[in-house]
Structure formats: structure tokens, C-alpha cells
Antibody, heavy 125, light 107 residues
Framework: DVQLLQSGGDVVPPGGSLRLSCEVS????????MTWVRQAPGKGLEWVSA????????YYADSVRGRFTISRDNFKNTLYLQLNSLRDEDTAVYYC??????????????????WGQGTMVTVSS | DIQMTQSPSSVSASVGDRVTITCRAS??????LAWYQKKPGQAPKLLIF???SLESEIPARFSGSGSGTDFTLIISSLQPEDFATYYC?????????FGQGTKLEIK
């Protein structure tokens, strides 16, 4: 069975750091680009970041560029999101997801068919 | 960035009803549009990709259409499990953007 198992969510003070993980099983992780999407409480979905199957290139939303870093370990079948300089507005449930077959990451074309269960990040003093 | 605007923001309907949700992009995105269903406490679920292609194992009562800037999601006969929030996503170019969501509620 396909599984994206997320971990790492926590309560952190403003300015703090956190690393989220997404461990994949049930499909060939190293063949798929991956992404992070978040949902703040009571708000809609917001795309955060994406990474190619090989690890470069990477892309970021303006709201997180320079503070968040996406990475992956294809030997450990794990996707990461390093969150630094956290702000109140980063409070959200963070989801990892895989690019669906038929997407073309290199052309910027992407939709997401397999998702993690989500992990809550709360930025609060 | 490409702005995605959904309408309505919310809709009340009954089991068996036909529901139409629209999504407008601020610029031409060809057919690079996806639709997702989101329920509280659950991850989003991909319903439609490339504007009109039905994702595997999604019931045929869901359908999508459109190209360019105007898109539509239709649920032909609502079932109890369809009450949720629906989001469109432009899939053409970074940064990807979502519509604000359409909450489908039971009448």
C-alpha cells in the first residue's frame, strides 16, 4: 500500500526552527517530484514548495522563500522541509504530496495524487 | 502569480442534486487545472486533473471541463459523502495557486 508518513510537527516560538519529514513507501519515491502544501486554521490550501525527483531544482512560494528549505533523501525514501525564522502566519497543517504521473515537473506542470496525513505546526510564544 | 477565483464560496444542496462549481484563472492556463476534495481532518483528494480527466477510483458523477481561463466542476448526483470543500489548483506554472475553496453543505 502507498503510504506517506509525516512527522515533526510541534509548537515553536516565533523565530524558531523545525524540520518536517515525510517517509514514503509503496511507490518508487526516487522517480517522483514531491511537494509541500499547507492549510492555516480556517483558511484554504496554500502551495509551499516543490522538489524534483533528483533533488534539484527546487521551488518556493514567495511567503517562505529564504526561510524554508525542501530536500530529499532518495536512499531513505524521505522528503524534508526545514522551517526557519518561523512566524505566526506559518501556523498550519503541512501536507506532503507526490506529483502525479502525467505531471511534468520540468515544465512546471503539476498536480498531486498521493498525500501524507498532515502534521500541525503551531508558532506561538 | 496566477490568481484563481472560485464561485460560489459556499453552496447548500440536497442528496441527489446536481452541483456546479466554477473556477476562473487570471490568465490562460490551457487545461492545466486540477480539482481536489478536502474534508476536515483529512488530506486533500485529487478528483480531476488536466481540467477534465477523472482520477483513478473517483466516481463518474464527478466531471470537469474548461480550458484557458474558465473551468467547471460538476457533481451530477450528490451523495452524502460528497459534502466537503472543493478547491481548484492551477497546475501550469510555479508558484502553484489554489482557489479559495467552495464549501458544499447539506441543505
Amino acid at each position: 500500500d502507498v503510504q506517506l508518513l509525516q512527522s515533526g510537527g510541534d509548537v515553536v516560538p516565533p523565530g524558531g526552527s523545525l524540520r518536517l519529514s515525510c517517509e514514503v513507501s509503496g511507490f518508487t519515491f526516487s522517480s517522483h517530484a514531491m511537494t509541500w502544501v499547507r492549510q492555516a486554521p480556517g483558511k484554504g490550501l496554500e502551495w509551499v514548495s516543490a522538489i524534483s525527483a533528483r533533488g534539484i531544482p527546487t521551488y518556493y512560494a514567495d511567503s517562505v522563500r529564504g526561510r524554508f528549505t525542501i530536500s530529499r533523501d532518495n536512499f531513505k525514501n524521505t522528503l524534508y522541509l526545514q522551517l526557519n525564522s518561523l512566524r505566526d502566519e506559518d501556523t498550519a497543517v503541512y501536507y506532503c504530496a507526490s506529483y502525479a504521473s502525467g505531471s511534468r515537473f520540468s515544465g512546471g506542470i503539476g498536480w498531486f495524487d498521493r498525500w501524507g496525513q498532515g502534521t500541525m505546526v503551531t508558532v506561538s510564544s | 502569480d496566477i490568481q484563481m477565483t472560485q464561485s460560489p464560496s459556499s453552496v447548500s444542496a440536497s442528496v441527489g442534486d446536481r452541483v456546479t462549481i466554477t473556477c476562473r484563472a487570471s490568465q490562460d492556463i490551457n487545461n492545466w487545472l486540477a480539482w481536489y476534495q478536502k474534508k476536515p481532518g483529512q488530506a486533500p483528494k485529487l478528483l480531476i486533473f488536466a481540467a477534465s480527466s477523472l482520477e483513478s477510483e473517483i466516481p463518474a458523477r464527478f466531471s470537469g471541463s474548461g480550458s484557458g481561463t474558465d473551468f467547471t466542476l460538476i457533481i451530477s448526483s450528490l451523495q452524502p459523502e460528497d459534502f466537503a470543500t472543493y478547491y481548484c489548483q492551477q497546475a501550469k506554472i510555479f508558484p502553484y495557486t489554489f482557489g479559495q475553496g467552495t464549501k458544499l453543505e447539506i441543505k
